[in-house]
């Protein structure tokens, strides 16, 4: 009778229930693993024979035959170890117990029998949780991870000893693994006092402070434009510091991507403040959108739920500013390849800077720009006409003068926990109007819903209609002049959209 040990593979962020099917039978010694194995599973034949020796237990001598079923579903990672060794122990009798139907395990295995922390513990539990498995044996630095998701019994194990010893239930050597509990409560809270920008410390640029404080209460995107030292760089770092709290399913979504990326803290593992991307603009599309031959969460996803600053925008290449246009779109990123298709959710506002024209003094007030009309329109030509109709805000952020330099005591600068009550006000608003319709922010209006939840009087009607005409706006730039003023509304506190929010959303349309 072979023996069957259950396991997990990852392929995205699916999650797949795998069968470790172990049989030994008198042939000449080996050990073969089947069922679509990648390098480094087929290398934990002798990771998996050294740890049993190493743990004092004896390896059968005798042919061994792994199967990891279904045999369709690529395997990858070295999650498989600790699964395949407890099959053999099991086969051999030296673990008491044949039937693990409600357990699973994962882990790797050092050559001494311990057992080493791996990626992507969360969204395997929560994925075994929903497939019937009651308690998952994972290594003991992921326990704290894996415990996040209630409802599935989580044992933190230090090598194959404890182990062999916890389901050895007649043996003297008997010991349980006492069960790992996660406070939850422990995790969630923010640290607002590591964020080490504030508006407060920014000098002048009120209107573009303004745009930020929209844009981070509707999610939607910006683009700033103005000469070197103006301060876009320094408005985009404090601009974490005024984005709202993460909700509970959005920490939990954000940690699954960190944790298949292998980017989870093992003493603070629940992602509890909204990610702050910043590109360098050498990063390649594949670092952007995600991607490889076992594909990985790109920048795109790994900002889902918070920001992805790309600061001197125009220097990005044309082709990897274009992949952003599709997950601006539709929230999410699709990856096919020959044999699979993935899906990444890449809900982001993407906050990008730019100088006006290859010396930066565009309308500068100080410096003459130098720049021929051809230099300054094929430098702004890297910025298709479609990605710009995703960008919801552009503003210019102009140089500031000596005397808001030296001003030290302005009383009308505010600090962003100041804005940043309004932003959570608004989007406190904005969760209310939407529960139950799976948006959290107006940036996620569907034309469906813009129908029902931005209705126009007949003087923003007249409105918008000659703003369409001057400024020639798409429907989809439509669209997004809609759901602008919906969040503008919703910070002034009003529950329909008149003419002054309306004529503040076509402002920031206006410089497209």
């Given at each position: 009778?072979?023996?069957?040990?259950?396991?997990?593979?990852?392929?995205?962020?699916?999650?797949?229930?795998?069968?470790?099917?172990?049989?030994?039978?008198?042939?000449?010694?080996?050990?073969?693993?089947?069922?679509?194995?990648?390098?480094?599973?087929?290398?934990?034949?002798?990771?998996?024979?050294?740890?049993?020796?190493?743990?004092?237990?004896?390896?059968?001598?005798?042919?061994?035959?792994?199967?990891?079923?279904?045999?369709?579903?690529?395997?990858?990672?070295?999650?498989?170890?600790?699964?395949?060794?407890?099959?053999?122990?099991?086969?051999?009798?030296?673990?008491?117990?044949?039937?693990?139907?409600?357990?699973?395990?994962?882990?790797?295995?050092?050559?001494?029998?311990?057992?080493?922390?791996?990626?992507?513990?969360?969204?395997?539990?929560?994925?075994?949780?929903?497939?019937?498995?009651?308690?998952?044996?994972?290594?003991?630095?992921?326990?704290?991870?894996?415990?996040?998701?209630?409802?599935?019994?989580?044992?933190?194990?230090?090598?194959?000893?404890?182990?062999?010893?916890?389901?050895?239930?007649?043996?003297?050597?008997?010991?349980?693994?006492?069960?790992?509990?996660?406070?939850?409560?422990?995790?969630?809270?923010?640290?607002?006092?590591?964020?080490?920008?504030?508006?407060?410390?920014?000098?002048?640029?009120?209107?573009?402070?303004?745009?930020?404080?929209?844009?981070?209460?509707?999610?939607?995107?910006?683009?700033?434009?103005?000469?070197?030292?103006?301060?876009?760089?320094?408005?985009?770092?404090?601009?974490?510091?005024?984005?709202?709290?993460?909700?509970?399913?959005e920490a939990i979504e954000l940690t699954k991507i960190y944790s298949i990326s292998g980017m989870i803290d093992s003493d603070n593992?629940?992602?509890?403040?909204?990610?702050?991307?910043?590109?360098?603009?050498?990063?390649?599309?594949?670092?952007?959108?995600?991607?490889?031959?076992?594909?990985?969460?790109?920048?795109?996803?790994?900002?889902?739920?918070?920001?992805?600053?790309?600061?001197?925008?125009?220097?990005?290449?044309?082709?990897?500013?274009?992949v952003l246009r599709q997950p601006l779109e539709d929230g999410k990123i699709v990856i096919a390849r020959a044999k699979m298709r993935?899906?990444?959710?890449?809900?982001?506002?993407?906050?990008?800077?730019m100088n006006p024209c290859p010396c930066g003094y565009l309308g500068d007030s100080e410096i003459r720009c130098k720049c021929s009309?051809?230099?300054?329109?094929?430098?702004?030509?890297?910025?298709?006409?479609?990605?710009?109709?995703?960008?919801?805000?552009?503003?210019?952020?102009?140089?500031?003068?000596?005397?808001?330099?030296?001003?030290?005591?302005?009383?009308?600068?505010?600090?962003?926990?100041?804005?940043?009550?309004?932003?959570?006000?608004?989007?406190?608003?904005?969760?209310?109007?939407?529960?139950?319709?799976?948006?959290?922010?107006?940036?996620?209006?569907?034309?469906?819903?813009?129908?029902?939840?931005?209705?126009?009087?007949?003087?923003?009607?007249?409105?918008?209609?000659?703003?369409?005409?001057?400024?020639?706006?798409?429907?989809?730039?439509?669209?997004?002049?809609?759901?602008?003023?919906?969040?503008?509304?919703?910070?002034?506190?009003?529950?329909?959209?008149?003419?002054?929010?309306?004529?503040?959303?076509?402002?920031?349309?206006?410089?497209?």
């Open positions: 009778m072979i023996s069957q040990i259950l396991t997990a593979s990852v392929i995205g962020l699916d999650v797949y229930k795998i069968t470790v099917e172990v049989d030994v039978n008198n042939s000449l010694p080996s050990v073969a693993i089947v069922g679509l194995p990648d390098t480094a599973i087929s290398e934990a034949k002798e990771r998996v024979r050294s740890a049993i020796k190493n743990s004092g237990y004896e390896f059968p001598n005798k042919k061994i035959v792994v199967n990891l079923a279904p045999a369709d579903i690529k395997k990858v990672g070295s999650y498989y170890d600790l699964p395949i060794a407890v099959g053999i122990l099991a086969k051999a009798g030296i673990i008491n117990r044949s039937e693990f139907s409600d357990t699973a395990f994962i882990g790797e295995l050092s050559l001494d029998g311990s057992v080493r922390t791996v990626a992507g513990v969360l969204p395997i539990a929560a994925g075994l949780k929903k497939q019937g498995i009651k308690t998952l044996i994972v290594p003991l630095d992921n326990a704290k991870e894996a415990a996040i998701v209630e409802g599935i019994k989580v044992l933190g194990a230090k090598n194959l000893v404890e182990i062999v010893n916890h389901f050895n239930t007649d043996s003297p050597e008997h010991k349980e693994i006492k069960p790992f509990v996660s406070d939850i409560n422990e995790y969630f809270r923010e640290k607002l006092n590591n964020i080490p920008f504030d508006f407060k410390d920014v000098k002048g640029q009120t209107k573009a402070k303004r745009a930020m404080e929209i844009a981070a209460a509707g999610g939607h995107n910006m683009l700033m434009s103005g000469p070197p030292g103006s301060g876009k760089t320094l408005l985009s770092k404090c601009f974490p510091s005024i984005l709202p709290p993460l909700t509970f399913d593992p629940l992602i509890t403040t909204r990610p702050f991307r910043n590109v360098h603009h050498t990063a390649s599309s594949i670092g952007i959108i995600g991607g490889g031959s076992n594909p990985k969460p790109g920048e795109i996803t790994l900002a889902h739920r918070g920001v992805l600053f790309l600061d001197e925008f125009v220097e990005f290449p044309r082709g990897v500013l274009e993935l899906e990444f959710p890449s809900d982001f506002i993407l906050l990008a800077a009309e051809h230099q300054i329109k094929q430098y702004r030509s890297k910025l298709s006409g479609p990605l710009l109709d995703r960008i919801d805000i552009v503003i210019d952020v102009p140089r500031l003068k000596i005397n808001e330099l030296m001003d030290k005591n302005s009383p009308s600068v505010e600090s962003s926990s100041q804005i940043r009550e309004r932003v959570i006000k608004a989007r406190n608003i904005q969760l209310e109007r939407y529960k139950g319709l799976g948006i959290y922010t107006n940036s996620e209006l569907t034309p469906k819903l813009i129908k029902k939840f931005c209705i126009l009087d007949s003087d923003s009607s007249l409105l918008i209609r000659e703003a369409s005409k001057k400024f020639n706006l798409s429907a989809r730039a439509y669209d997004r002049v809609l759901k602008l003023s919906r969040t503008i509304a919703d910070l002034d506190g009003s529950e329909n959209i008149n003419s002054k929010h309306l004529a503040q959303a076509i402002q920031y349309r206006s410089s497209i």
